[in-house]
């Protein structure tokens, strides 16, 4: 089955830091791939996505390119602050009719002033 | 304001007490879906409904139950709750048609049973 495997955390930067946080994906076909964020005490928010190889999505200042060579997600931002400290969950939609994510197991950032 | 709302925010509970999570959405969505979080685990899908009157299963249904009588609510039922539902619960909801769409998410609720 579609599986998605994120780098272990917790993360710890420095403000200004450049962060990546790694996502390799498993699934048949063409996947649609997400990047949520889940700030302290909140709910899941889209901060991008990518519905095809070789899109860039891109917010807040973090990107990520949807590699299927090697079937990669990864996330980064080049200048870290403060306020991005939060769980980040990688994503995919195998595109078919249950519309369902599959989430990856989580990536815990803190930035430290 | 477009959002997903859920009660309780919080609730602790006894194991076999039968409890509902509420879940509404504003936006006039046709999907919902139910997750629950843990940790290590990531969210997992529970159930899910395309419309009113249609639901089905997601990846970890047993033990819970839905419903989906209006457009606008989708609660979830715990019949007879065990220590092993203790997670934090999300509702989702999007507009159906493509996958591509964003899935809004409620704020959780977060559940302990005894």
């Known amino acids: 089955g579609n599986s998605v495997t994120q780098m272990e955390g917790p993360v710890t930067l420095s403000e200004e830091a450049f962060l990546t946080i790694n996502c390799t994906y498993t699934?048949?076909?063409?996947?649609?791939l997400f990047w949520y964020v889940q700030y302290p005490g909140e709910g899941l928010q889209l901060l991008l996505k990518a519905t095809k190889a070789d899109d860039k999505g891109s917010n807040k200042g973090f990107e990520a390119t949807y590699r299927k060579e090697t079937t990669s997600f990864h996330l980064e931002k080049g200048s870290v602050q403060v306020s991005d400290s939060a769980v980040y969950f990688c994503a995919l939609s195998d595109n078919q009719g249950a519309q369902k994510l599959v989430f990856g197991q989580g990536t815990r950032l803190t930035i430290n002033p | 304001e477009a959002q997903v709302t859920q009660n309780p925010r919080y609730l602790i509970t006894v194991t076999g007490k039968k409890l509902t999570v509420t879940c509404s959405q504003n936006?006039?969505?046709?999907?919902m879906s139910w997750y629950r979080q843990d940790p290590g685990l990531g969210l997992r899908q529970i159930y899910y409904?395309?419309?009113?009157?249609?639901?089905d299963k997601g990846d970890v249904p047993e033990g819970y139950k839905v419903s989906r009588k209006e457009k606008r609510n989708f609660p979830l039922i715990l019949e007879s709750p065990s220590p092993n539902q203790t997670s934090l619960y999300f509702c989702?909801?999007?507009?159906?048609?493509?996958?591509?769409?964003?899935?809004?998410f409620g704020p959780g609720t977060r559940l302990t049973v005894l």
């Open positions: 699934a048949t076909g063409y996947p649609s």
């Open positions: 989702a909801s999007s507009p159906f048609g493509t996958v591509y769409n964003e899935q809004f």
């Open positions: 936006m006039n969505h046709e999907y």
């Open positions: 409904s395309m419309n009113v009157e249609v639901t």
